[in-house]
């Protein structure tokens, strides 16, 4: 029998890899994190778009090489193809306030001193953390909550809707549950 395909997304900070990490843990899949191929590796990082085409081959390799998979993160705009045949996407849906204290939370330990006024990634984290907070903002250009339901009504896949708050247990427990993958 084949592996559970799971797509999770949301947010900026709504708590996607967290529960993508332990859900590929316990169906034995792995994770495959959307950002790691979306970015190309710079440094500071997070400053240069790796090319939609490359992303796609790059993620799709992976999926190829697995008979289940985790895939976190936003598809948005650019990688409708990676989620075809999945067997579930999750949503995570966190407040704003919520997401921004998780971001400097993680913005800190990740870059330390580099994201402090006069540290060489203090003006991009401040630019991060605004673009993070327009999520709900159905106007902003950028990820927003629009275009994700928008996106989602799209899919034929299943959709399962969580607030990313709680125990990330429970909510992987809730996945599991919808899927039958035993909990």
């Given amino acids: 029998m084949r592996k559970p395909r799971l797509h999770l997304t949301g947010a900026s900070c709504s708590g996607v890899s967290t529960l993508a990490a332990e859900l590929a843990a316990r169906l034995g899949v792995p994770q495959i994190d959307v950002d790691d191929h979306y970015w190309l590796p710079t440094d500071p990082p997070y400053t240069e778009k790796r090319p939609p085409e490359g992303r796609v081959a790059l993620i799709q390799a992976r999926q190829a090489a697995a008979d289940g998979w985790v895939l976190a993160g936003s598809l948005l705009g650019w990688g409708d193809a990676l989620v075809e045949g999945v067997d579930l996407i999750v949503f995570l849906d966190t407040p704003t306030p919520v997401r921004l204290r998780r971001l ?30 327009r999520y709900d903002d159905p106007n902003f250009s950028g990820r927003n909550r629009a275009g994700h339901e928008r996106w989602l009504g799209a899919r034929s896949a ?18 599991q549950a919808e899927g039958r993958w035993g909990a």
């Avoid at 001193?113 to 401040?126: F, K, N, S, V």
């Avoid at 709680?166 to 909510?171: D, F, K, N, Y």
């Fill in 158 to 175: 299943p959709v399962l809707r969580l607030t990313g708050e709680g125990p990330v247990e429970a909510l992987a427990d809730r996945v």
């Fill in 104 to 133: 400097d939370r993680r913005e800190a330990e990740r870059h330390g001193a580099r994201i402090r006024p006069g540290g060489d990634m203090h003006e991009a984290h401040l630019a991060f953390r605004d673009w993070a907070s």
